[in-house]
């Protein structure tokens, strides 16, 4: 690896620490409903998804011991999930690293890796834009904690841009689960319009739309005057 190659990866780590944090110290980006809104209309949350892990139970004691279970850390704001304690290193082709990568909770069936394109480059893995669990015949990678290594035959993917809702707010906004939607963020000179949002539909979901670092610095994110959510080809916005 060239000196070139490890100090490029070093300002892309730092980039991304600093990103992270701001999210996790602003966690609603984008205005939300103003006071004199109506009662009824939902507030929308905009989040950036930073680059984290998904581990199964079994994975989890190879990389930080038997018997181990993931900790808690910061709740996130889809009720039951968790930024946890634990990070694991993840290893791509000739040995390009990205440290202390956060894992999400709670486990899963599968394990899974999400990264931005930034992340995918860095590490020298053609990761493919997926919805979440579909890994199949995706690439894989090394991930490293304390106790072990885990070799993924795949599971690498760049997470595609989704919103999560309740039914109550999908019928607010005239979609169903599985359907797609426009969002629009409104950014000093940075104005960007994201289409194919996957609607996440549930009965305990919260709205809130997920996109990644590169999307959220895309549309300068943090200084967005205004955010606009619609069906796709539809009118309805927030």
């Not at 905009?46 to 709740?75: N, Y």
């Not at 834009?129 to 072990?148: F, K, Q």
Request: aromatic share 4%.
């Amino acid at each position: 690896m060239s000196a070139a190659t490890i100090d490029r990866q070093q300002v892309e780590a730092l980039v991304r620490q600093i990103v992270q944090r701001v999210a996790q110290a602003q966690p609603t980006a984008g205005p939300l409903a103003s006071a004199g809104s109506p009662s009824s209309k939902p507030e929308l949350r905009v989040s950036i998804s930073a680059r984290h892990v998904h581990l199964t139970d079994e994975h989890v004691e190879q990389l930080f011991g038997k018997g181990h279970q993931l900790t808690p850390g910061k709740p996130l704001f889809q009720d039951g999930f968790y930024a946890a304690q634990e990070t694991v290193m993840l290893v791509g082709p000739r040995k390009r690293m990205l440290p202390e990568v956060r894992v999400l909770g709670p486990t899963r069936a599968h394990s899974q890796v999400e990264l931005a394109l930034t992340d995918a480059i860095s590490l020298g893995i053609h990761a493919p834009v997926r919805h979440s669990g579909d890994i199949a015949n995706t690439p894989g990678c090394v991930l490293v904690g304390p106790a072990g290594t885990v070799t993924l035959p795949q599971g690498v993917i760049r997470a595609a841009r989704h919103v999560h809702m309740s039914f109550e707010e999908a019928t607010y906004y005239g979609v169903k689960n599985g359907d797609f939607m426009t969002l629009k963020v409104s950014s000093p000179q940075c104005s960007v319009s994201f289409e194919d949002l996957l609607v996440r539909a549930d009965a305990h979901a919260k709205l809130e739309v997920h996109i990644d670092t590169d999307e959220g610095n895309a549309c300068n994110l943090d200084l967005a005057t205004q955010v606009e959510l619609k069906p796709q080809g539809g009118c309805k916005c927030h």
